[in-house]
């Protein structure tokens, strides 16, 4: 089992910055890829961003160049620095645990809000 809980999450004016937090404890060791995904009112769930275990990143194209995700291996924490956010990114934002098995895990989400 992995538990994940987000933080960070809040109220921004569109082409500001806010930094999300992932701690992950439980079974850490087997987790592949830890990952960023948003859901938006009426819109599926989307990735946003991911890290594998070997340090890989991947982004969707709608935040290529603002976003970076990163991670502090001694923290067990995922963060997702977002930087000249807009409308669009207003969503919850839910942290993503990929391990072995197709087993995923997810945290409770943390709501960011963009107003224009």
């Known amino acids: 089992q992995v538990q994940l809980v987000e933080s960070g999450g809040g109220l921004v004016q569109a082409g500001g910055s806010l930094r999300l937090s992932c701690a992950a404890s439980g079974s850490i060791f087997s987790i592949k890829a830890m990952g960023w995904y948003r859901q938006a009112p009426g819109k599926q769930r989307e990735l946003v961003a991911q890290?594998?275990?070997?340090?890989?990143?991947n982004y969707a194209d709608s935040v290529k160049g603002r976003f970076t995700i990163s991670r502090d291996n001694a923290k067990n924490t995922v963060y997702l620095q977002m930087n000249s956010l807009r409308f669009e990114d207003t969503a919850v934002y839910y942290c993503?645990?990929?391990?072995?098995?197709?087993?995923?895990?997810w945290g409770r989400g943390t709501q960011v809000t963009v107003s224009s």
């Open positions: 890290i594998t275990s070997g340090g890989s990143t």
């Open positions: 993503n645990a990929d391990c072995p098995g197709a087993q995923r895990y």
